[in-house]
């Protein structure tokens, strides 16, 4: 359900638009649509995180496959992404508690995983085949060179 304020300049679908749409709203008394406001802003920036989440997921395990499938293109570059990645997955993890290893697996595994498939293959310009990731070989196994 979207809220409404007094027809504000402010208002558009921007995160920093709706803070300043809730801004007006409490400096002009009207609690009630700040509230809804707050609430809608916080709606909007959970999934903003999550789409996050999964965007990171998804190239985490894109890289993955493509260290899998071409062990003679391996680099410093690749090692540097993939542990960034997960780095970031584990800050939004920290910064979002609801963002579980749990919720990961059981939400977001299979479509970020059928995703970095299409991604690979896009990449590397040949079909894979269909190699189902383990949580060890996304977040836990060292990649290194030599």
Request: hydrophobic share 35%; glycine share 4%.
């Amino acid at each position: 359900m979207r809220w409404h304020v007094h027809q504000s300049e402010h208002r558009n679908d921007s995160h920093y638009g709706m803070a300043l749409a809730i801004q007006e709203a409490l400096n002009t008394g009207d609690t009630q649509a700040a509230a809804a406001g707050i609430e809608e802003l916080i709606e909007a920036l959970s999934r903003s995180d999550k789409r996050a989440l999964e965007s990171y997921l998804t190239r985490l395990m894109q890289h993955i496959l493509k260290w899998q499938a071409q062990p003679e293109r391996r680099s410093r570059s690749w090692i540097a992404t993939i542990h960034n990645a997960r780095k970031h997955i584990r800050k939004l993890q920290a910064d979002t508690p609801r963002f579980t290893d749990r919720l990961i697996h059981e939400q977001l595994w299979e479509d970020c995983l059928d995703s970095a498939h299409r991604e690979a293959e896009g990449e590397i310009n040949r079909d894979l085949p269909w190699t189902a990731l383990s949580w060890d070989e996304v977040f836990e196994r060292p990649c290194t060179l030599g």
